[in-house]
């Protein structure tokens, strides 16, 4: 059994990229060294759009890396630097990283927006357009690190 974890991030203006990509290579770093990651992949999306997916022996390993290092710095800036945040969770049988239609598929049937302060239109009710689906990269772990 393995926990799948999905977010959709898009970063509201150009000038929290520069931010927004130095805490993505921390977290990056600390996912792939985190006790309990699968493997996964992050796809960047149009219109400063960015995508995660990340498999876990259990939520439990997820929940650990979620609330701390990196990561626990990084999520209350995502509060004002996004104006769309979405999440899913799943668990499935195999340790498969999915598709990103399945992910797509998935936020849209079972997602939930995340708090932000500057919510767009579409952020309430997921109305995004289609991701691009091509050109994501994959997140391997380190292991023995």
Same mark, same amino acid.
């Given at each position: 059994?393995?926990?799948?974890?999905?977010?959709?991030?898009?970063?509201?203006?150009?000038?929290?990229?520069?931010? /927004?990509?130095?805490? #993505?290579?921390?977290?990056? !770093?600390?996912?792939? +060294? &985190?006790?309990?990651?699968? @493997?996964?992949? =992050?796809?960047?999306?149009?219109?400063?759009? /960015?995508?995660?997916? #990340?498999?876990?022996?259990? !939520?439990?390993?997820? +929940? &650990?890396?979620?609330?701390? @290092?990196?990561? =626990?710095?990084?999520?209350?800036?995502?509060l004002n630097w996004c104006d769309?945040?979405?999440?899913?969770?799943?668990?499935?049988?195999?340790?498969?990283?999915?598709?990103?239609?399945?992910?797509?598929?998935?936020?849209?049937?079972?997602?939930?927006?995340?708090?932000?302060?500057?919510?767009?239109?579409?952020?309430?009710?997921?109305?995004?357009?289609?991701?691009?689906?091509?050109?994501?990269?994959?997140?391997?772990?380190?292991?023995?690190?």
């Open positions: 059994m393995a926990f799948v974890s999905i977010t959709r991030l898009r970063i509201r203006s150009l000038r929290f990229m520069p931010q /927004f990509v130095v805490q #993505t290579l921390r977290t990056g !770093q600390q996912t792939k +060294r &985190a006790s309990g990651f699968l @493997g996964g992949s =992050l796809l960047a999306d149009r219109r400063r759009t /960015f995508w995660t997916m #990340t498999v876990w022996r259990d !939520q439990s390993a997820m +929940r &650990a890396y979620m609330t701390s @290092g990196a990561h =626990l710095r990084a999520m209350p800036k995502l769309e945040a979405s999440v899913v969770h799943w668990t499935q049988d195999n340790l498969i990283v999915p598709d990103w239609a399945e992910a797509d598929r998935r936020m849209r049937k079972e997602g939930r927006p995340s708090k932000v302060r500057n919510p767009s239109p579409s952020h309430r009710d997921l109305a995004y357009n289609p991701p691009r689906t091509t050109g994501a990269v994959p997140i391997k772990p380190i292991t023995g690190a």
